[in-house]
C-alpha cells in the first residue's frame, strides 16, 4: 500500500539527512507505529506518504514514495485526498470549519461527491467514532479527545485507504487516549485501513500494531515485527523493560501477556516492599485555603485546600478542562482567583507584585514557548538574570546543570522540546522560588528526555522545593511523584501517596502496577533495584 | 392536493439569501421615507418576524445590539441638530444660551433657540437610518451569516473559504494575545513599550504562523483547490467578470434607491452588472469539482419570504410615483404625518414571513408545543 523506494531527504542547507536510502514497505491493512527520539524524523517520515514533505516544507527529496501505486512526484497533495487521511499533532490548528458536521463534511465536498452520499458517510462516520451527540457543537468547544476523534472523522468520511496519523494521543488524558486508540482499532478491524501512526508514549499503541518502524536518528529506519524490535530498542515502554529483567522471550507487548507470565514474579516479590522514596522534609512551603477560580459562570476550581511541602513532588492529574491549569494559575497569583487565599512564607503572590510573586512560586505555563522571545539562548539567559535582580551568570549555570552542553549561540526556536522545557526551567528557576509549578511539562517529550527531566524534577525536591507537575503520563508521575492529586470538575477527588493513588485506579495506573496488582510495585526500577544482589533473574 | 404537504411548514432553516432579500426590500421601503409611522411600522414588522423566526444561535440574540444602536443612531442625530442646528423653524420650545463663534466659523451656531421642526427633521432623519440598521439587523438574527458564505456561487468559493479563515483565525490570535501576556507577567519583565511589544508580538506572531501553515497542509490534505489544473487564463477571466459584474450590480442598486442619480445608472446599470456576473458564474461553475453538504435549497418557503420582503419594497417604489405626498411628511408648515392605503399595504405585506416561513430548527432541547399552536 505504502512503498518507500531508496528515499533520502535533506533539510535546505542541512549536512546531513533527515532520512536515509529508506526503503519500507507497508502492506494493504497494518497498523504501524513509527517510533524514534524527538527530531529523529518521524513526522518527516509521515508527511512524505502524501507529499505534504517535501512540498510543504521544502527541502529535497530523493527516491520514490508511492501510495497505491500513486507517486508523490508526479502528484500534489491534493490528489492524494481519497487516498490518503493526515490528522495532524493539534488537531484545532488543522480545522477548516466551525462545527462538528461541516468539518465531516469538508473533505468530501472537496473532492466533488454527491449530497446523498455526503450525508450517508457524514451519519456513519459519526457513529464509527461515537460523536453524534456532538454533531452541531462548535469545533472550539470540545474537549481535546473529542476534537482528535473529530478531526479523524473529517479525513475518514472519504474513505481513504491510508490513515497518517502524528501523535494523536500525546495532549490527552488517558481515558480520552483509549477513546481515541479504540476509534483508530475499530477502523483497523472493521475497514481494513491502513494506518500509520507516530507515537512519543509507546506504550498506548505498541500492543495493537502490526509492524514497528523505528528511525535511529541517524537516518536509517529499521522495520519489522513489534516484539522483535522492541526487544532491543532504547525506547522500550515499562512492560517490555520489565520483561527484560524477569527474562520473559519474546518481550510481551500488552499489561495482558505480562500479566500472565508474571505470577512467579509476582510470588518472587510478595514479601518484599519497594524501597521508599526520600523522606519529605515537611516544611510547609506553600498553603491554600478554599482556592476558587470561575470565569464568569463556570466554576473551573471549587473551594480547593493544599498543602505542599518541602523537598515533595506532586502529581496533579485529571481529565482535560478539570481544572489543573487554572488551580496551577491561582496558586501563583497570575491567574485569577475568585475567592480563598494562598499562603507562601507569610506573603499571598495573587496581593504580591509579578516581581514579588515569581521569587515566590515559579510557573512554568503549558505552552512553555510563550515565556521565550529573545534571539539567542545567552540572550535569554542574561534577560532571566536581569529579571529577577540575581548575580550574571545565575541562570546560564542553572541551565547548564539542567542540560548540560546547550551552545549559547543558539537560536531558542531551534532547541529540541526537552532543552525548550530546561531553558524556560532555568529561567524561572532563577529567582530561587521555594515553589515550582510546571504545567503539562511532558508534552512532547521522549523517553530520554522524560528520564532526565525526572531526574531534574527530583533534584529540585531534594533542594528543599515544592514541586507540582500536572500531566497527564501516568509512567512519569509513577518514577517521579510521591504524591497524587486527581481533580474531576474543579475539585480534589484523591490525595495521597503515588502508589495508594495510583495503583487503586485502573485509569492512572501505571503499566507495572497494572500487571504485578495488588503488589504495590509502581516502576521496572523499583523492581530492579529489589531485585538485584539477592538473585539472579530466572 | 398538493398544498397539503406544504402547510403547516416544518421547521427548518431558511435559505439565507431569502432572509436578506426580505430585508433588503424592507430597507429599500425605508429609504423611501421620512414618515415616522410607516417608519415604526416597518420596525414593528422586522420585530415581530424577528421574534417569531429566529433561533437560538449566537447571531440570532445578537438583533438586541442593533436596537440599541438604532437608539443611538437617533439619539445622535436629534442631539446634533440642538446642538448645532439650531434657528430653522418657527415654534420654539425652549432657548439655550448660545456660545458665540469666532468670525471664520460664520454659519455654524452652537445651541440657541431650538425648535419643533428642527427636533423632528433630525428625529425623522435619525428614524429613517435607524429603521435601515435594523432591517439589516434582522437579516442577521434569521439568517447565520456564515451560511450565507456557504450559500455564495461556486466561483467565489476561494472568498468564501478565506472569509471563513479569517473569522475562526482572529478569535484565535486574540487567545494568543492573552496567554503570551499572561506569560510575559510570570516572567515579571517589567519592560515598557517597544521591548515589552516585542516580547509578545514575537511569540503571538509566531503561533500564528505556525498554525496558518498547519492549516495549509490540512487543507491540502482534504483536497483543497483540486482544481488547479484549469488554465490560468479561465481562471482569471472567470474572477474579473465576477468582480466587475458584482461591482456593476451595486451601482445599480444603489441607483434604483437613490433618486437623485441619472436614469442610465438606474435599472440598465443593474441588468448589464447581473448579466456580466451570471457569466462569469457560469463559466466559473463549469469547472468547479466540487459539491455542497446538505445545501439551502429555494423551496416555496424561501420563495415566498423573499417575495414578501420585494413586494414590500416594490409597492413603495410604487407609492412614490403614484401618491409621494404623504411620504415625507412637511415640517414647515409642520403637520401631522398621515399614512396613506398604499405605503400601509405594502409594508404588512412584509409581516407574512411571520407565519409563512417554516419556524426555525431548535439546536438546543426540544421546543414544547405551546397552547396557541395546538389546533383547537
Given amino acids: 500500500m505504502i512503498r518507500f523506494e531508496n528515499v533520502t531527504f535533506f533539510h535546505t542547507d542541512a549536512q546531513r539527512p533527515v532520512l536515509a536510502e529508506v526503503d519500507l514497505h507497508i502492506p494493504e491493512g497494518e497498523l504501524c507505529l513509527v517510533t524514534g527520539r524527538t527530531g529523529a524524523g518521524k513526522s518527516t517520515l509521515l508527511g512524505a506518504v502524501n507529499g505534504l514533505v517535501p512540498r510543504f516544507t521544502g527541502g529535497t527529496l530523493l527516491g520514490r514514495v508511492t501510495v497505491d501505486g500513486q507517486s508523490t512526484a508526479d502528484h500534489p497533495p491534493q490528489e492524494f485526498a481519497e487516498l490518503v487521511g493526515v490528522v495532524g499533532q493539534d488537531p484545532l490548528a488543522g480545522f477548516v470549519t466551525d462545527t462538528v458536521e461541516d468539518e465531516l463534511a469538508y473533505g468530501m465536498e472537496q473532492l466533488g461527491m454527491a449530497p446523498e452520499v455526503m450525508r450517508k458517510r457524514v451519519e456513519e462516520t459519526l457513529d464509527l467514532l461515537g460523536i453524534a451527540e456532538l454533531r452541531r457543537r462548535a469545533l ?398 530466572a | 392536493m398538493s398544498l397539503a404537504g406544504l402547510w403547516p411548514p416544518l421547521p427548518r432553516t431558511v435559505h439565507p439569501g431569502a432572509w436578506w432579500l426580505w430585508s433588503l426590500g424592507l430597507a429599500t421601503a425605508a429609504s423611501r421615507t421620512t414618515n415616522p409611522i410607516l417608519l415604526v411600522m416597518i420596525l414593528t414588522v422586522c420585530g415581530y418576524v424577528v421574534v417569531r423566526r429566529r433561533g437560538d444561535a449566537p447571531w440570532a440574540l445578537a438583533f438586541r445590539m442593533y436596537l440599541y444602536l438604532a437608539g443611538f443612531i437617533v439619539t445622535m442625530r436629534v442631539v446634533f441638530r440642538i446642538v448645532f442646528g439650531g434657528g430653522q423653524g418657527d415654534i420654539i420650545l425652549f432657548t439655550l444660551p448660545e456660545i458665540p463663534l469666532p468670525e471664520w466659523a460664520a454659519g455654524i451656531r452652537l445651541f440657541g433657540a431650538v425648535a419643533v421642526e428642527q427636533v423632528l427633521g433630525g428625529f425623522y432623519d435619525g428614524l429613517r437610518l435607524a429603521t435601515m440598521v435594523v432591517c439589516v439587523g434582522a437579516a442577521n438574527a434569521l439568517a447565520n451569516p456564515k451560511r450565507m458564505l456557504k450559500a455564495l456561487p461556486g466561483a467565489l468559493y476561494e472568498i468564501g473559504t478565506a472569509v471563513v479563515v479569517a473569522l475562526t483565525v482572529a478569535p484565535q490570535l486574540v487567545e494568543s494575545v492573552i496567554r503570551v501576556r499572561r506569560a510575559r507577567r510570570l516572567r515579571a519583565g517589567g519592560q515598557k513599550g517597544l521591548r515589552a511589544l516585542r516580547g509578545i508580538l514575537i511569540p503571538v506572531l509566531e503561533d500564528a504562523l505556525n498554525r496558518s501553515l498547519a492549516l495549509a497542509a490540512a487543507m491540502a490534505s482534504h483536497g483543497y483547490g483540486r482544481t488547479g489544473r484549469v488554465p490560468r487564463g479561465t481562471r482569471l477571466l472567470t474572477g474579473s467578470l465576477v468582480v466587475t459584474g458584482l461591482l456593476g450590480v451595486c451601482a445599480g442598486l444603489y441607483g434604483v434607491m437613490d433618486a437623485s442619480t441619472p436614469p442610465y445608472m438606474r435599472a440598465p446599470m443593474l441588468l448589464a452588472g447581473l448579466a456580466v456576473a451570471t457569466t462569469g458564474f457560469v463559466i466559473g461553475g463549469k469547472r468547479v469539482r466540487r459539491s455542497r453538504y446538505r445545501p439551502d435549497r429555494w423551496r416555496p418557503g424561501e420563495f415566498t419570504v423573499a417575495a414578501s420582503g420585494l413586494a414590500t419594497g416594490a409597492l413603495m417604489y410604487l407609492t412614490t410615483r403614484v401618491d409621494p405626498a404623504n411620504l415625507y411628511p412637511s415640517l414647515n408648515p409642520l403637520t401631522w404625518p398621515e399614512v396613506g392605503l398604499l405605503p400601509a399595504a405594502a409594508i404588512l405585506v412584509g409581516v407574512l414571513p411571520a407565519w409563512l416561513a417554516p419556524p426555525p430548527d431548535l439546536t438546543q432541547g426540544i421546543a414544547e408545543p405551546t397552547a396557541r399552536e395546538v389546533p383547537a
Avoid at chain 1, 309 to 324: I, P, Q, T, Y
Avoid at chain 1, 383 to 407: H, K, M, N, Y
Avoid at chain 1, 421 to 433: C, E, F, K, M, Y
Fill in chain 1, 140 to 537: 472550539r468547544t470540545l474537549s481535546g479527545g473529542q476534537q482528535q476523534r473529530v478531526a479523524i472523522g473529517s479525513v475518514l468520511t472519504s474513505h481513504p485507504k491510508v490513515l497518517v496519523l502524528d501523535e494523536p494521543t500525546s495532549a490527552l488524558d488517558p481515558t480520552a487516549a483509549e477513546d481515541v486508540l479504540a476509534a483508530i482499532i475499530r477502523l483497523v478491524h472493521d475497514l481494513g485501513t491502513t494506518v500509520l501512526v507516530a507515537e512519543h508514549r509507546v506504550e498506548r499503541v505498541l500492543q495493537y500494531a502490526d509492524r514497528l518502524v523505528h528511525l535511529d536518528g541517524d537516518g536509517r529506519v529499521r522495520h519489522g515485527e513489534p516484539a522483535a524490535l522492541i526487544a532491543g530498542s532504547d525506547i522500550a515502554p515499562p512492560v517490555v523493560r520489565l520483561g527484560r529483567l524477569a527474562g520473559w522471550e519474546p518481550p510481551p507487548l500488552s499489561v495482558r501477556d505480562a500479566r500472565r507470565r508474571a505470577a512467579g514474579l509476582r510470588e518472587r516479590l510478595t514479601d518484599r516492599e519497594p524501597a521508599p522514596l526520600p523522606a519529605v522534609a515537611g516544611e510547609s512551603r506553600l498553603t491554600a485555603e478554599r482556592v476558587s477560580v470561575a470565569y464568569g459562570q463556570i466554576m473551573a476550581v471549587r473551594a480547593v485546600d493544599l498543602d505542599l511541602r518541602a523537598g515533595e513532588v506532586v502529581a496533579l492529574m485529571g481529565r482535560n478542562g478539570s481544572g489543573k491549569s487554572s488551580l496551577l494559575w491561582a496558586l501563583q497569583g497570575s491567574g485569577p482567583r475568585r475567592s480563598g487565599s494562598v499562603d507562601v512564607a507569610g506573603t499571598d503572590p495573587g496581593k504580591a507584585s509579578a516581581k514579588a510573586a515569581r521569587a515566590l512560586v515559579g510557573l512554568v505555563p503549558q505552552t512553555a514557548a510563550d515565556l521565550i522571545y529573545l534571539d539567542t539562548v545567552e540572550a535569554e539567559c542574561r534577560q532571566g538574570d536581569t529579571e529577577s535582580a540575581v548575580a550574571p551568570g545565575t541562570c546560564r549555570a542553572l541551565l547548564d546543570t539542567l542540560a548540560p552542553g546547550i551552545p549559547g549561540d543558539r537560536h531558542p526556536r531551534d532547541l529540541s522540546e526537552g532543552q525548550k522545557l530546561a531553558l524556560v526551567l532555568a529561567v524561572q528557576l532563577s529567582s530561587a522560588p521555594g515553589v515550582v509549578l510546571l504545567d503539562e511539562p511532558t508534552r512532547g517529550l521522549d523517553y530520554h528526555a522524560k528520564q532526565r527531566f525526572t531526574e531534574t524534577v527530583r533534584a529540585q525536591a531534594a533542594a528543599g522545593r515544592a514541586v507540582v507537575v500536572a500531566t497527564h503520563d501516568v509512567e512519569f508521575v509513577a518514577g517521579a511523584a510521591d504524591r497524587v492529586i486527581v481533580m474531576a470538575e474543579g475539585e480534589i477527588v484523591a490525595d495521597g501517596p503515588t502508589a495508594e493513588v495510583v495503583v487503586s485506579s485502573p485509569a492512572f495506573a501505571p503499566q507495572v502496577a497494572k500487571v504485578l496488582a495488588p503488589l504495590p510495585w509502581l516502576t521496572v526500577e523499583q523492581i530492579a533495584g529489589a531485585l538485584s544482589g539477592q538473585e539472579a533473574p
